[in-house]
């Protein structure tokens, strides 16, 4: 399929691609080089090794090609759209797993930059981890990266590239892994429901994925909400059946109040982990939380349920369920809980505690100014490092990247391995952040506003204000990515690594 272009930025990233061994006056390729080097990331930088997986495995193995793909995102007669995505089809990828399957598989970059897949959930070894420079080099265009793990726990969780991650998932780098073998007893129906905006204007055609005062606020949204890449689909369902739906917010920018109208739905999982069943009013998910929920689906054929966002002006329908026969015959709907993972419990006595306020950034990035290629467009140096030229926020007065963007910054704070810490997040700004950590699944314990049920997580809302605190059992070792999952916060500096050693 012939390359198509209309993605500017990418364009201008494979310019600097292409210049990298390439002697400018201007000196940009030295800086490339030499930022790398001294990152201690260069050419010569070794990675952390996974382990083997053992001989006599078979793993399920899938090809993921990130390339632009057309998906018709908006009804004909407008036009299809030149998305970005690992597979063809009419939505993003739905991976499935039992729990004990090993995973392999192959990135295939075909986009025009480097890329990489973090696998966002999942407690796997840090040489996995997907984080271009820190955990692994960055696949550039043309080159391939194989991922093989186990994932440990059952759940819904997802990947994405962890590099310009505001462009590349922007237009649609994303999948949906899903690991199976959590049920006590099983539903007649399993749904996927990715939600997403894409940032397409009316006539259909992509706009900036980043705005300063996007980045500088709540974040910028788009204008065409999806659920599977389509706008308020209507998914068909058994009629009298017990439903299980895998939600997953995998916006950059807008929190949901996920809630369901027609009948009564549980949340039985939280970011793929097992909670006792909890009554649904409205559950809050940031970008990249997820939730599962149960219900029983209405047992007159043609009748239909609606998936609600409440954080909004006006209730939105986000998707609509339709029982369609025949009818099934089942005892009366009890939410059956799921099957916990083996998480590790925190030990909280005596456990340290780590805090983590969450501010504005007040140290702008001294960045070299950009640089006019021949050809008209710009090349800005923070590009060809995962970089930003603006930093808006930070971690404890941290931005990413720190005083200087040629190194790696230090780690925010070293975990004991096999210690329990708490981490207090304190957000001193007006905005809401969804704050993920790789590696390692967190509990959340409590919040200053006291509405907390303790759930185990991988991302979590910290609302103006308001401090919470998570904790978790350090015993991943490497260092690990700790970041807004609000894309545009985490590209303009909210960001850091912590390690457990
Ligand atoms: Cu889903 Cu570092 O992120
Ligand atoms: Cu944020």
Same mark, same amino acid.
């Given at each position: 399929m012939?390359?198509?272009?209309?993605?500017?930025?990418i364009?201008?990233?494979?310019?600097i691609?292409?210049?990298?061994?390439v002697v400018?006056?201007?000196g940009?390729?030295?800086?490339?080089?030499r930022a790398l080097?001294?990152?201690?990331?260069?050419?010569?930088?070794?990675?952390p090794?996974?382990?083997?997986?053992?001989?006599?495995?078979?793993p399920?193995?899938?090809?993921?090609t990130?390339?632009?793909r057309l998906?018709?995102?908006?009804?004909?007669?407008?036009?299809?759209?030149?998305?970005?995505d690992?597979?063809?089809?009419?939505?993003?990828?739905v991976?499935?797993?039992k729990?004990?399957?090993?995973?392999?598989?192959?990135?295939?970059?075909?986009i025009?930059?480097?890329?990489?897949?973090?696998w966002h959930?999942i407690?796997?070894?840090?040489?996995?981890?997907?984080?271009?420079?820190?955990t692994q080099?960055?696949?550039?265009?043309?080159?391939s990266?194989?991922?093989?793990?186990?994932?440990?726990?059952?759940?819904?969780?997802?990947?994405?590239p962890?590099?310009n991650?505001? /462009?590349?998932?922007?237009?649609g780098?994303a999948?949906?892994?899903v690991? /199976?073998g959590?049920?006590?007893?099983?539903?007649?129906?399993d749904?996927v429901c990715?939600?997403?905006?894409?940032?397409?204007?009316?006539?259909?055609k992509?706009?900036?994925?980043?705005?300063?005062?996007?980045?500088?606020?709540?974040?910028?949204f788009?204008?065409?909400r999806?659920?599977?890449?389509?706008?308020?689909?209507?998914?068909?369902?058994?009629?009298?059946g017990?439903?299980?739906?895998?939600?997953?917010?995998?916006?950059?920018?807008?929190?949901?109040?996920?809630?369901v109208t027609?009948?009564e739905?549980?949340?039985i999982?939280?970011?793929?982990?097992a909670?006792?069943?909890i009554?649904l009013?409205s559950?809050r998910?940031?970008?990249?939380?997820?939730?599962d929920?149960?219900?029983?689906?209405?047992?007159?054929a043609g009748?239909?349920?609606?998936?609600?966002?409440?954080?909004a002006?006006?209730p939105?329908?986000m998707?609509?369920?339709?029982?369609?026969?025949?009818?099934?015959?089942r005892p009366?709907?009890?939410?059956?809980?799921?099957k916990?993972?083996?998480?590790?419990?925190p030990?909280?006595?005596?456990a340290e505690?780590?805090?983590?306020?969450l501010?504005?950034?007040?140290?702008?990035?001294?960045?070299p100014?950009?640089?006019?290629l021949?050809?008209?467009? $710009?090349?800005?140096?923070?590009?060809?490092?995962?970089l930003?030229?603006?930093?808006?926020?930070?971690?404890?007065?941290?931005p990413?990247?720190s005083?200087?963007?040629?190194?790696?910054?230090?780690?925010?704070?070293?975990?004991?391995r096999?210690?329990t810490?708490?981490i207090?997040?304190?957000?001193?700004?007006?905005?809401?952040h969804?704050?993920?950590?790789?590696g390692?699944?967190?509990? $959340?314990?409590?919040?200053?506003?006291?509405d907390?049920?303790?759930?185990f997580?991988?991302?979590?809302?910290?609302?103006p204000?308001?401090?919470?605190?998570?904790?978790?059992?350090?015993?991943?070792?490497?260092?690990?990515m700790i970041?807004?999952?609000?894309? /545009?916060?985490?590209?303009t500096g909210?960001?850091g690594?912590f390690r457990v050693?």
């Amino acid at each position: 399929m012939p390359r198509r272009s209309g993605h500017k930025p990418i364009n201008r990233r494979r310019a600097i691609l292409s210049l990298g061994g390439v002697v400018l006056g201007a000196g940009i390729g030295q800086f490339a080089t030499r930022a790398l080097a001294e990152s201690g990331k260069g050419a010569n930088q070794t990675y952390p090794v996974a382990p083997e997986m053992p001989a006599g495995v078979q793993p399920t193995s899938v090809m993921l090609t990130a390339k632009a793909r057309l998906r018709q995102l908006k009804p004909a007669p407008l036009p299809p759209n030149d998305i970005y995505d690992y597979a063809d089809g009419d939505g993003p990828i739905v991976m499935r797993l039992k729990q004990g399957d090993w995973l392999e598989a192959k990135l295939v970059n075909e986009i025009q930059e480097h890329t990489t897949i973090h696998w966002h959930g999942i407690r796997l070894p840090v040489a996995m981890d997907g984080v271009p420079y820190l955990t692994q080099p960055p696949v550039l265009p043309g080159e391939s990266f194989t991922y093989r793990f186990q994932p440990p726990d059952t759940g819904t969780f997802f990947f994405h590239p962890h590099c310009n991650t505001v /462009e590349q998932l922007g237009h649609g780098l994303a999948g949906v892994l899903v690991v /199976e073998g959590d049920e006590t007893r099983p539903h007649d129906h399993d749904l996927v429901c990715a939600y997403r905006d894409w940032r397409i204007d009316e006539a259909g055609k992509f706009m900036p994925m980043m705005t300063t005062e996007g980045a500088a606020k709540a974040g910028t949204f788009g204008q065409h909400r999806t659920i599977n890449d389509q706008e308020h689909p209507v998914f068909k369902v058994p009629a009298g059946g017990d439903i299980r739906i895998r939600f997953l917010n995998l916006d950059m920018a807008r929190v949901l109040d996920l809630g369901v109208t027609g009948t009564e739905a549980w949340v039985i999982a939280t970011d793929g982990n097992a909670l006792p069943p909890i009554k649904l009013k409205s559950w809050r998910l940031g970008p990249a939380m997820r939730a599962d929920l149960t219900l029983r689906a209405p047992a007159t054929a043609g009748t239909r349920i609606q998936l609600v966002n409440y954080y909004a002006a006006q209730p939105i329908v986000m998707a609509e369920l339709e029982a369609v026969g025949p009818v099934l015959q089942r005892p009366d709907f009890v939410p059956a809980p799921l099957k916990p993972s083996a998480i590790p419990e925190p030990q909280l006595e005596g456990a340290e505690t780590f805090p983590l306020r969450l501010g504005a950034s007040s140290v702008p990035a001294d960045l070299p100014p950009d640089l006019v290629l021949p050809d008209g467009s $710009v090349l800005r140096y923070a590009d060809a490092l995962c970089l930003t030229p603006n930093t808006f926020w930070a971690f404890n007065g941290q931005p990413w990247p720190s005083q200087s963007h040629e190194v790696l910054p230090p780690p925010l704070v070293t975990f004991q391995r096999g210690r329990t810490y708490v981490i207090e997040l304190i957000n001193q700004t007006p905005h809401i952040h969804p704050v993920h950590l790789h590696g390692h699944t967190f509990k $959340v314990l409590s919040s200053s506003k006291g509405d907390i049920v303790p759930h185990f997580a991988d991302t979590t809302i910290v609302a103006p204000k308001e401090r919470v605190k998570i904790a978790l059992v350090a015993d991943n070792p490497g260092d690990w990515m700790i970041h807004c999952h609000i894309i /545009e916060h985490q590209d303009t500096g909210m960001m850091g690594i912590f390690r457990v050693a």
